[in-house]
């Protein structure tokens, strides 16, 4: 028995029309993808959640003939987030080895659980509502427009938050040490 003939009424109707917009589209976008992404897993990964972003929009969508460029946009989007998380981890990974001869050189002078311990303190003591936009930021790894979304407040919010905990942090560290705390924070999570 497939899932279409499981389902009843209008989500049997609904996965019946996901069907064959996927059925029409398929070939198409798997080229179109393909054309971005060579490894074999990473364009299936792409065409899964442009699937599935089209599961959720269904019901909001009229034109069945003219999917194709949306289906192309999500994908899109969905490469676009891709690079700009790999480039986010590079960026980390690059972080991480140009200061470990910093984390090296400071070990001698400096005891990383009293620093960690003083970096933790310096962000509980800044005001509630500025402390968990920084966390979510360095912690949590979140970007703006999710902290926005949670949060219900915005973008410029979050930056100004951001801004005046950082300059607040960095009243209490220099820079490197700061620096060297956040990393450590994000390494040791």
């Not at 029309?17 to 179109?32: D, K, P, V, W």
């Not at 960095?170 to 620096?179: H, N, R, T, V, W």
Request: glycine share 2%; aromatic share 10%; proline share 3%.
């Amino acid at each position: 028995m497939s899932i279409i003939t499981s389902l009843h009424g209008h989500k049997r109707q609904e996965a019946q029309r996901f069907e064959r917009i996927y059925g029409a589209t398929f070939s198409r976008l798997e080229y179109f993808v393909r054309n971005f992404i060579k490894r074999e897993e990473s364009v299936y990964d792409v065409l899964q959640e442009t699937y599935i972003k089209l599961w959720e929009h269904l019901p909001q969508l009229s034109d069945d003939e003219a999917l194709l460029p949306l289906l192309r946009t999500y994908a899109t989007n969905i490469m676009i987030n891709a690079l700009k998380k790999s480039a986010r981890e590079l960026q980390r990974a690059e972080l991480f080895y140009s200061t470990q001869a910093l984390i090296c050189s400071s070990v001698d002078d400096l005891d990383l659980k009293e620093h960690m311990q003083a970096y933790q303190q310096a962000v509980a003591a800044l005001p509630p509502k500025r402390r968990q936009i920084y966390q979510m930021i360095h912690e949590e790894e979140l970007s703006y427009k999710e902290i926005a979304e949670k949060l219900q407040i915005s973008p410029n919010t979050i930056k100004y938050h951001l801004v005046e905990a950082r300059r607040a942090l960095q009243k209490e560290f220099s820079a490197d040490k700061l620096m060297m705390a956040v990393l450590l924070a994000a390494l040791f999570k």
